[in-house]
């Protein structure tokens, strides 16, 4: 068989290769760099990109995704639904409430997770550097809201002068505030207020 027939034979099939690499490529969010990889399976390489969220629009076939060393602060689980390995250190992460999900799955998940020590928290300042499997338990509970009143107006009479004090407590995670809302009566002029909030 000459040169010229196995030219012949091999151009089709250079063609429909490069036309598989540029599909590829243009169905790989910028600024990551998908790299094809055995039985179909795709490598999305994300990290050291300044990213600050999960890049949208990745490929079906994404097997494998790197997001180290960006700005990443937070993440959601739907976005590792098809991943088998995820590589997610040095992001300064947000360690709320929000995030609690992360600690729970990485822990339980059959999906490979490198240099967990490194997957660590840069926020809050209570938490910061402490890796997310090591952080202790948050107190995730809703709101809870208390209003309270002074003097006792159950059977006051309000004239032109009395002062009114109202307390709002509100009891969040990690932090309390209370909201004192003075409130008073001046002649002539209707009602005025302020405003002062105590963080603990």
């Known amino acids: 068989m000459g040169n010229g027939s196995r030219g012949e034979m091999m151009g089709p099939f250079l063609c429909l290769w490069i036309a598989t ?23 999305a390489e994300c990290a050291y990109r300044g990213l600050q969220a999960v890049p949208t629009g990745l490929p079906s076939n994404v097997t494998t995704l790197t997001l180290s060393a960006n700005k990443i602060t937070s993440l959601q689980q739907s976005s590792f639904l098809d991943v088998t390995q ?5 992001n ?21 997770i490198p240099k967990r020590d490194s997957i660590s928290c840069a926020a809050p300042e209570s938490l910061r550097g402490i890796p997310l499997g090591k952080i202790p338990k948050l107190q995730c509970t809703p709101p809870s809201v208390q209003l309270t009143y002074h003097p ?14 109202l307390v709002l407590s509100l009891i969040a995670a990690l932090r ?20 002062h909030t105590t963080r603990w």
Request: charged share 10%.
């Open 21 to 43: 690499f540029f599909a590829v490529s243009q169905g790989c969010p910028e600024p990551c760099t998908c790299v094809e990889k055995k039985y179909g399976r795709q490598l």
């Open 92 to 112: 300064p992460l947000n360690c709320t409430c929000r995030l609690l999900w992360l600690k729970t799955w990485a822990e339980n998940t059959l999906i490979s």
């Open 152 to 165: 006792n107006l159950a059977n006051t009479m309000l004239y032109d002068g009395v002062m009114l004090m």
């Open 176 to 195: 309390l505030h209370i909201l004192r809302c003075s409130l008073w009566i001046v002649p002539g002029a209707g009602v005025a207020g302020a405003v």
């Open 86 to 90: 995820l590589q997610i250190y040095n």
